[in-house]
C-alpha cells in the first residue's frame, strides 16, 4: 500500500521505516522538497521510499500519517493541501504540547477544552481522521515488542471504517490491542494523557513506557 | 491512627470503610453534623467509627482525606477549618471534572492549566498536600486485588515524608507499585488523565479498571 508521511523529525522517521520494513511503498514528505533529511532516508531505505514536498507525499499515500510537531500541525497539512487529502484516511500522530521556559509543559488546545485532533478535523472536513500513536514514544511506535509485557495503544476517530483501517495497520506494527475509544472527542484525552506520561518518563527515567489498561 | 475523611459519597464511605476494616480511628465528615448517611455509617461500622462536621473530622485525623467532589473542593476545606488542618497529611482524592450539558466532561482547572490538588495547597499552605487515589474508582481505592492484574497508583506532592507516609498507607490498601511522579504540578497529569479514564469506562462499559506503567 503507498503512504504519505508528513515530518522528517524522530516520529515521522520511525513511522516511515516501520511501514517501509513491512513492504509498503512510502513518501516522505517536509517543507523544502530538497530536505536533506528525507532524502537521506529515501536513500538509505532504498527501493519503495521516496521523498518530497508535503503536497507530493500527501497525493502519493492513500493514508497519510500526520507526524509534523503539534504546533506546526494546521500549518503543514495546508501545505500538504485540502485536494491531495481529499476522502483519506489521515492518522493523527501529534500532541498539542507546548513548553512554556521555567513551567512545566502544557497543552496549547486547555483554554479551549477541545483537542488538536479535532481541530485537524475542523481544518479538514473531508478528510478521515484517526488519532492513533500519540501516547508512545516514536521508537515505540512501530515496535510495541521493545516494551517486557503487552501494553495498549487507542484509535479514536468519526469514521468507522477509517479506524478499522488504522487498526489494521497498527496490528501489523505488532499492537495487539488496540482499544477504540470511539468519537474525535476521545482524542481530549489522549492528548491530555501526555501531561501524566510526561511524569512517568521523569520518575522512570525513560521514554520506553506505555500503559497496559487492566480490569 | 486517626483519620478524618471530609465527604459522605462513594469516595469518602470506600475509604472510611477501608481505614475502619484496618483497625483505623476513622471521623466521616459532612458539611452538616447531624448528616444522616454520615450517622449511619459510623452507626454501621461500630467501634472506632464516627461522624461529625467537616471541623470535626479535620481536628480529629492525623492525615486527613479530602473526598468531596472536586467543584466543592475549596469550600469544604475553608468548612474543615485551616487550624484543623494545620501541618497535616491531607491526602486529595478528588477530580476537577465538570459535566457540561450535551458535551463531554471537561476539567475546570483547564483554562489556568493548574490542578485542583495545587489549588488546595495554596489555599492552606500550611497543610501538606498529596494528591492520590483520584486515577481509580472508589471501589478500587481500597482494593486493588479486585482487579485480574497488578496495576499502579501514584502520589504527588511537595513534601516528601507526607509523600512517604501516604505511600506506607496505600500499601496496607493492597497497592503494591505506589509511583512518585513528584511535586505537586505532577497532579496537572494525574487529573487530565480523568479525561483518557472516562473513554477507557466507556469503551470498556465498567468503571473497574486501572493502568499498569510497563518498561
Not at 477544552?113 to 485537524?120: M, P, W, Y
Not at 492528548?191 to 513506557?209: D, P
Request: with cysteine; hydrophobic share 45%; aromatic share 6%.
Amino acid at each position: 500500500m503507498k503512504f504519505g508521511v508528513l515530518g522528517t523529525g524522530m516520529v515521522g522517521e520511525a513511522i516511515a521505516d516501520r511501514l517501509a520494513s513491512l513492504g509498503h511503498e512510502v513518501r516522505m514528505g517536509a517543507r523544502d522538497p530538497g530536505n536533506p533529511k528525507a532524502r537521506a532516508w529515501a536513500a538509505q531505505t532504498g527501493g519503495r521510499a521516496s521523498a518530497g514536498a508535503f503536497a507530493d507525499a500527501a497525493a502519493f499515500g492513500e493514508v497519510v500519517f500526520h507526524c509534523a510537531r503539534g504546533s506546526a500541525a494546521i500549518e503543514v497539512l495546508r501545505a500538504a493541501g485540502r485536494e491531495n487529502l481529499r476522502g483519506k484516511v489521515l492518522v493523527d500522530v501529534s500532541n498539542p504540547l507546548e513548553f512554556p521556559p521555567g513551567a512545566p509543559p502544557k497543552l496549547f488546545t486547555a483554554a479551549a477544552g477541545d483537542s488538536l485532533a479535532e481541530r485537524i478535523q475542523a481544518e479538514l472536513p473531508e478528510v478521515r481522521v484517526v488519532k492513533a500513536l500519540n501516547t508512545v514514544t516514536a521508537s515505540l511506535m512501530g515496535h510495541p515488542e521493545k516494551l517486557s509485557g503487552e501494553t495498549d495503544v487507542f484509535v479514536a476517530g468519526n469514521d468507522g471504517p477509517a479506524k478499522a483501517k488504522v487498526t489494521e495497520l497498527l496490528r501489523e506494527f505488532g499492537w495487539k490491542s488496540v482499544l477504540d475509544l470511539g468519537d474525535l472527542t476521545a482524542a481530549r484525552g489522549m492528548e491530555a494523557y501526555l501531561l501524566l506520561w510526561l511524569r512517568f518518563s521523569a520518575a522512570l527515567k525513560t521514554a520506553q513506557l506505555n500503559i497496559q489498561v487492566v480490569r
